[in-house]
């Protein structure tokens, strides 16, 4: 069975668009398992769209660029195989892929085949060019049948940006994750309205059928297909514990060759990737406190497996915020003789036992994510 919890990987799209070469694909993998991202649980390399010939063969089949991949998929899949890494790669609903080149319309059953030949282990299936007198959900019940009975397990990660009504169907059609939101950009403002769009959605999210909140910015800076003036790190790092805390799949989106430090930091940070992959796989639930004064800060919480919860305050506004959890918003009645012990997750510490409540301040776009454990006092 696959997708126990959020997928965890890279893939090409935010950055290199339609600039992908088997080139690429292996320096990127020789570089992930050198930072570490493989025991950190990134997991699958994904090549998203322009990876095809433009035609079909005269059999109907796919044909990788032969410029872009001149010894074809499977040597490919072959090297990010032996990296212990593995291989993800892109096709779509309709006619043609967004970018315009051959979709897996009518082809869904042979186009599943062609992809376990070359071991693909992971298929993000898009939804341009649909064909208007077929329903959406038809079409991903296609593909979604046709990878599970194609003799290898292959992870569908479906991708109609929310629409179609598809928080309805989706689990119906076998995929793994779906996208919820149309393409995240490289900037503050997309983070932000991805994010407040989903934190109603909590309910459609769970084990094996993730809602995907659409690749990782973090450590893009600017640079690549979809950077549009960057965030600082203070806003990657909210990016980060909002995907998390929300039960998004991780895929990085970054160029993982050109990596700094503290990218590597946000995007390997155990205790919050920890929040993200329990096994229970819940996202977290929305505060609603009502009070104007407080609106800016989001405040999530998570119920772990373990019985603790992860709780984040979020600024998503543009000015100092104060962000506040009271207990009993979350079920601890003020006179249980409980309160909770609580670690912040990004410095590493434990700031002490809490009863009855928690409050911080918050500058614009920071924010803080705890674990908190009940303890009895
Ligand atoms: C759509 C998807 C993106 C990406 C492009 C490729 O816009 O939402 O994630 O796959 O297509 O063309």
Redesign the pocket.
């Known amino acids: 069975m696959l997708a126990h919890t959020p997928p965890m990987g890279w893939n090409s799209?935010n950055t290199f668009g339609e600039n992908i070469s088997e080139e690429l694909i292996k320096e990127t993998a020789d570089d992930w398992i050198e930072l570490g991202l493989l025991d950190a649980g990134y997991q699958y390399l994904v090549i998203?769209?322009?990876w095809a010939e433009k035609t079909r063969d005269k059999d109907g089949l796919l044909v990788p660029d032969h410029s872009k991949f001149p010894n074809g998929m499977k040597a490919v899949s072959d090297y990010v195989h032996s990296k212990g890494l593995k291989f993800g790669m892109?096709s779509c609903v309709g006619t043609m892929?967004?970018?315009g080149y051959p979709g897996s319309f009518e082809h869904e059953f042979v186009d599943a085949e062609t992809f376990a030949s070359w071991g693909v282990d992971y298929l993000?299936y898009?939804y341009?060019y649909k064909p208007h007198h077929i329903p959406g959900h038809i079409l991903y019940k296609r593909m979604g049948m046709a990878l599970k009975n194609c003799q290898k397990d292959i992870l569908f990660s479906a991708?109609n940006?929310g629409a179609d009504d598809v928080y309805a169907w989706i689990r119906s059609t076998g995929a793994h994750m779906y996208?919820s939101t149309g393409?995240i950009e490289d900037k503050w403002e997309s983070i932000r309205d991805i994010a407040l769009s989903q934190m109603d959605k909590d309910c459609y999210n769970a084990s094996h059928c993730y809602n995907d909140m659409?690749?990782l910015v973090v450590g893009m800076y600017g640079k690549g297909n979809v950077g549009r003036g960057g965030c600082n790190d203070e806003e990657y790092r909210t990016h980060f514990s909002l995907w998390c805390m929300m039960n998004s799949p991780l895929m990085i989106g970054c160029d993982i060759r050109k990596m700094g430090q503290e990218t590597l930091n946000i995007l390997t940070n155990k205790e919050l990737i920890a929040l993200n992959q329990d096994p229970e796989g819940r996202q977290a639930y929305l505060i609603d406190r009502g009070n104007a004064a407080y609106n800016n800060v989001k405040v999530l919480v998570k119920p772990i497996s373990d019985g603790s919860f992860g709780i984040g305050f979020f600024n998503m506004g543009d000015t100092d915020g104060r962000g506040s959890l009271q207990f009993w918003d979350i079920g601890l009645p003020s006179l249980t003789g409980y309160g909770f012990k609580m670690r912040d997750l990004w410095e590493h510490e434990n700031i002490g036992v809490y009863k009855e409540n928690y409050t911080c301040n918050l500058k614009p776009h920071h924010c803080k994510v705890f674990r908190a454990e009940l303890v009895k006092n």
Do not use: E, I, N
Request: proline content about 0%; overall charge negative.
């Open positions: 799209w998203d769209d322009c892109y892929t967004c970018a993000k898009d341009c991708c940006w996208r393409d659409d690749m």
